[in-house]
């Protein structure tokens, strides 16, 4: 792997063959058709974070998206912090017991960073085998592709004001 450090690190979350938990990788899809500058990266992390550990602790921000249960209406889209966030449960866990928050700590403890770790998250409607995504969470994909850009482009506003 590269030595190449980040000002913001973008993860899309999820199984694209478990229905609407396929909602973190699509929106990364999406956000990476678009010209980003040299120090955004956006990657597929797929069903682990765990994977992307070495670019997670060489980010200053980290912003993740993905399918969240948090008891609203199928769609509903969130904006969640790091430190809002307690141990999550056993259902944002990958395969091998590891959450994105497990993912965010340890390189936290190995570097520091990142500073800044903010989940996008939608309420699913179902996480079950199947493609595709249900018309709630389809009709959010835009919406919070759309929310994940104005936070890219708040932090680098934020660090270009620090720099001066």
Same mark, same amino acid.
């Given at each position: 792997?590269?030595?190449?450090?980040?000002?913001i690190?973008?993860?899309?979350? =999820?199984?694209l063959?478990?229905?609407d938990?396929?909602?973190g990788?699509?929106?990364?899809?999406?956000?990476?058709?678009?010209?980003?500058?040299r120090?955004?990266r956006?990657?597929?992390?797929?069903?682990?974070a765990?994977?992307?550990?070495?670019?997670?602790?060489?980010?200053?921000?980290?912003i993740?998206?993905?399918a969240v249960r948090?008891?609203?209406?199928?769609?509903?889209?969130y904006?969640?912090?790091?430190?809002?966030?307690?141990c999550v449960?056993?259902?944002?866990?990958?395969?091998? =017991?590891?959450?994105p928050?497990?993912?965010?700590a340890?390189a936290?403890?190995? &570097?520091?960073?990142?500073?800044? &770790?903010?989940?996008?998250g939608?309420?699913?409607?179902?996480?079950?085998?199947?493609?595709?995504l249900?018309?709630a969470?389809?009709s959010?994909?835009? &919406?919070?592709m759309?929310?994940?850009?104005?936070?890219?482009?708040?932090i680098q506003?934020?660090?270009?004001?620090?720099?001066?």
């Amino acid at each position: 792997m590269s030595e190449q450090s980040y000002e913001i690190l973008v993860l899309g979350i =999820g199984h694209l063959l478990m229905a609407d938990d396929g909602l973190g990788v699509l929106a990364v899809e999406g956000l990476r058709k678009k010209t980003w500058p040299r120090d955004v990266r956006i990657l597929e992390a797929g069903v682990s974070a765990m994977l992307f550990l070495e670019e997670i602790s060489r980010s200053q921000n980290v912003i993740i998206v993905d399918a969240v249960r948090m008891g609203g209406v199928p769609g509903s889209i969130y904006r969640l912090h790091f430190r809002d966030i307690p141990c999550v449960g056993d259902g944002w866990r990958d395969a091998h =017991g590891f959450s994105p928050v497990t993912a965010i700590a340890m390189a936290r403890e190995l &570097t520091g960073l990142p500073f800044n &770790t903010v989940i996008y998250g939608v309420e699913p409607c179902a996480i079950e085998p199947g493609i595709g995504l249900s018309p709630a969470v389809a009709s959010s994909l835009q &919406t919070v592709m759309d929310r994940v850009e104005e936070e890219i482009e708040r932090i680098q506003r934020n660090y270009r004001i620090s720099k001066i």
